[in-house]
């Protein structure tokens, strides 16, 4: 799995280096089998994102993307969105994904997170429970569209160096979702919109589709 991310990524347009970063040996021996970079970090990260900042503080860049290896579907156009946020305009400073929902499953699915956006694509809200749904009706035809979050981030190095560095957050416990740390603190983290719904590999059950999908020949 983490080979087809791999593979996706460096066929990103916008992406000039892709590393992967980990602090477990079986991880690096298998990303050197297939020829891939890898960097080995520090065990007692409490989070990707701690993870990824001490690879970044090494790095002369930009723009750090953060491509996680549970999204072995993520197309290379979707890596190219969340950095062409970054690129192309300076006020940005964290980037991100979201889709429509269409399954109507996914409303009450806690392993779909949902975000609220306003009308300048900037995310309000993370949540695993539903976001904008009427009470009593539900999400009715009139309602407005519900977003799904998709877990990839792009940050302006400066920035993800200060992310590493601030406190976990009350909502960011409470929902498990460490980009409320993000709002939470103040700053604010740009959304684009894409027609792509990877599936992440959050479950086995998401495991079992994912493999289908490539056996009945996804790209890969």
Same mark, same amino acid.
Request: aromatic content about 4%; overall charge negative.
């Given at each position: 799995?983490?080979?087809?991310? @791999?593979?996706?990524?460096?066929?990103?347009?916008?992406?000039? #280096?892709?590393?992967?970063? #980990?602090?477990?040996?079986?991880?690096?021996?298998?990303?050197?089998?297939?020829?891939?970079?890898?960097?080995? #970090?520090?065990?007692?990260?409490?989070?990707?994102?701690?993870?990824?900042?001490?690879?970044?503080?090494?790095?002369?860049?930009?723009?750090?993307?953060?491509?996680?290896?549970?999204?072995?579907?993520?197309?290379?156009?979707?890596?190219?969105?969340?950095?062409?946020?970054?690129?192309?305009?300076?006020?940005?400073?964290?980037?991100?994904?979201?889709?429509?929902?269409?399954?109507?499953?996914?409303?009450?699915?806690?392993?779909?997170?949902?975000?609220?956006?306003?009308?300048?694509? @900037?995310?309000?809200?993370?949540?695993?429970?539903?976001?904008?749904?009427?009470?009593?009706?539900?999400?009715?035809?009139?309602?407005?569209?519900?977003?799904?979050?998709?877990?990839? @981030?792009? @940050?302006?190095?400066?920035?993800?160096?200060?992310?590493?560095?601030?406190?976990?957050?009350?909502?960011?416990?409470?929902?498990?979702?460490?980009?409320?740390?993000?709002?939470?603190?103040?700053?604010?983290?740009?959304?684009?919109? #894409?027609?792509?719904?990877?599936?992440?590999?959050?479950?086995?059950?998401?495991?079992?589709?994912?493999?289908?999908?490539?056996?009945?020949?996804?790209?890969?």
């Amino acid at each position: 799995m983490v080979e087809h991310v @791999y593979r996706r990524a460096e066929a990103a347009a916008l992406v000039e #280096t892709v590393v992967v970063a #980990t602090d477990d040996e079986r991880i690096a021996s298998a990303v050197a089998a297939f020829g891939g970079q890898v960097r080995m #970090t520090r065990a007692d990260h409490a989070s990707g994102t701690d993870r990824l900042a001490e690879v970044a503080d090494t790095l002369a860049c930009d723009v750090v993307v953060n491509v996680q290896a549970d999204e072995p579907l993520i197309e290379p156009h979707m890596i190219d969105a969340v950095v062409a946020a970054c690129l192309n305009d300076p006020v940005v400073v964290m980037s991100t994904l979201r889709c429509r929902i269409r399954d109507t499953a996914d409303l009450q699915d806690p392993h779909v997170v949902k975000v609220a956006v306003g009308r300048d694509g @900037y995310a309000l809200f993370f949540s695993r429970a539903a976001i904008g749904l009427d009470p009593v009706s539900g999400h009715g035809p009139a309602a407005p569209p519900v977003f799904k979050h998709i877990g990839l @981030y792009a @940050y302006r190095r400066p920035f993800l160096l200060t992310l590493s560095r601030l406190e976990p957050t009350p909502l960011e416990r409470a929902e498990r979702l460490e980009q409320l740390r993000v709002l939470e603190h103040g700053y604010r983290i740009m959304t684009t919109e #894409t027609e792509h719904d990877p599936i992440g590999v959050d479950t086995p059950a998401d495991l079992e589709r994912v493999r289908g999908l490539v056996a009945a020949g996804a790209p890969v």
